[in-house]
């Protein structure tokens, strides 16, 4: 019995006895073959691809099985610490040097070896942006590019999208859904409601960039005598997602066709005079919810199909999560003194309701400022893996001004009779009831926090 390894050279090993690995063999013929973990099926550093006999080795083992399955290995890659061999068999190691090994050392550290998903793919391009870096000095460019990229990424990343990079003027991004659970058919509903509402994360994401570049360009005005616009392009599908790079400077990068139809999308905006498209993949998912105020019919360059893209200037019914942060930028920046008027209400709200000589108040920790932790929540509603941190802190604000848990329920009228007495112009009946529905979605997370 034979192991053959195809490298430079062919080395044949034998083996006397059936039921060795193809490691053991190695090693007895001190052959070189990586094993970085001792043979424990943790680093893959010693895995082969058998080119001959595969029906000669034995199954893989539940430990190889479940490094196979994380990693989407086809039949041929087999561990050689964990795969037994019964009859003659020809192998190719895969790391085969130093250099190998730092891509699959470095590879470990990371969880995104590669793999395929479903995403959202954003691109975003600033329009006419080289008419400002001609005309400003290059330390005010790039000042100016850094903070255009921190007021666009904060609602990509508040509505649980990723940056995949930075590129020139422009932003590429993605919305990943995560994996489904439960039974196939459950999972299959599943996956269908979290593409709907990952989409929807995508275009509250890309519509918040527009008010936020309102807001960028009030300030740009001032500063610079210049505003800036933006061009964005949307679409879905299935993308390849994984560290590429150099062993030592890798990024998570999204690749695939769909990434190419989301940049030329957003190039597209150029020629049809709009601002924002998606794909018909968004659309036919989703475009029942969307305003569109164009729908045009094109070639996209480098492509022989014909496709569709229609021009997003809103949500047809109102998203509850968006309405709030308009609200609250609103609020801000006609009533500033707007959380003054609260601080005074919790007091008031406090020494009716607590008997402080037997509060249990903590006085660890400093003090958040109150609007700033406010703000934050409002921010990453969209995103409620952060959005619990910051309700986190809120409670602990209100702990440290000795209001009791018990009491957390009795605050939401106390922050809505604020609001509508503080801003009645902005006040009517729809912010009313989104603000309560919003205000007691946060407060039941406060108390579960
Ligand atoms: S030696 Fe580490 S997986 Fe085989």
Not at 32 to 35: G, M
Not at 74 to 79: A, K, N, Q, Y
């Given at each position: 019995m034979q192991i053959i390894f195809y490298d430079k050279e062919t080395t044949r090993l034998k083996s006397?006895?059936?039921?060795?690995t193809i490691l053991e063999t190695a090693l007895k013929h001190e052959y070189?073959?990586?094993?970085l973990c001792g043979g424990?099926?943790?680093?893959?550093?010693?895995r082969v691809y058998v080119?001959?006999?595969?029906?000669n080795l034995s199954n893989r083992n539940e430990r190889e099985q479940l490094l196979a399955d994380r990693k989407g290995w086809?039949?041929?890659?087999?561990?050689a610490c964990q795969t037994e061999v019964f009859g003659d068999i020809g192998v190719r190691r895969i790391i085969r040097d130093n250099k190998d090994l730092k891509t699959v050392t470095s590879e470990s550290k990371s969880s995104k070896t590669g793999e395929e998903c479903f995403a959202v793919i954003l691109f975003l391009d600033i329009k006419g942006f080289t008419s400002f870096t001609e005309s400003n000095l290059a330390y005010d460019v790039v000042f100016v590019l850094n903070r255009f990229f921190h007021e666009m990424s904060e609602p990509i990343l508040n509505n649980g999208g990723e940056i995949d990079k930075f590129i020139g003027d422009g932003i590429l991004a993605f919305f990943q859904i995560s994996n489904a659970k439960g039974s196939k058919q459950s999972q299959e509903e599943e996956i269908q409601n979290l593409k709907t509402e990952t989409m929807k994360s995508a275009i509250r994401a890309c519509l918040r960039m527009f008010d936020q570049l309102q807001k960028f360009n009030i300030e740009m005005k001032d500063r610079f005598n210049f505003t800036f616009d933006i061009r964005l392009g949307l679409h879905a599908g299935n993308v390849i997602y994984g560290d590429i790079g150099h062993s030592e400077f890798k990024s998570q990068t999204v690749l695939g066709d769909v990434v190419n139809v989301a940049s030329r999308l957003e190039a597209l905006n150029k020629k049809t005079n709009t601002r924002f498209l998606v794909s018909d993949v968004i659309y036919d998912t989703i475009g029942k919810l969307l305003s569109i105020d164009k729908k045009v019919i094109t070639k996209l360059r480098g492509k022989s199909d014909v496709m569709k893209a229609y021009s997003v200037i809103g949500f047809k019914e109102k998203d509850s999560i968006l309405l709030t942060q308009q609200y609250f930028d609103q609020l801000n920046t006609k009533y500033p003194n707007w959380i003054h008027n609260y601080e005074n209400n919790l007091e008031t709200f406090r020494n009716k309701n607590v008997n402080l000589e037997n509060s249990s108040a903590s006085n660890e920790g400093d003090l958040i400022p109150l609007l700033q932790i406010l703000e934050s929540i409002v921010d990453k509603l969209g995103n409620p893996k952060s959005l619990k941190k910051e309700i986190s802190k809120l409670a602990n604000h209100y702990n440290m001004l000795s209001?009791?848990?018990?009491?957390f329920s009795k605050l939401v009228p106390v922050l809505l009779n604020t609001l509508e007495d503080t801003s009645s112009e902005l006040w009517n009946h729809t912010i009313s009831l989104v603000l309560k529905e919003v205000w007691t979605d946060i407060t039941i997370q406060l108390l579960e926090s």
């Open positions: 006397e006895k059936k039921g060795t070189p073959l990586y094993h424990n099926a943790k680093c893959t550093t010693c080119s001959d006999g595969i029906s086809p039949s041929e890659i087999r561990l209001i009791p848990r018990e009491n």
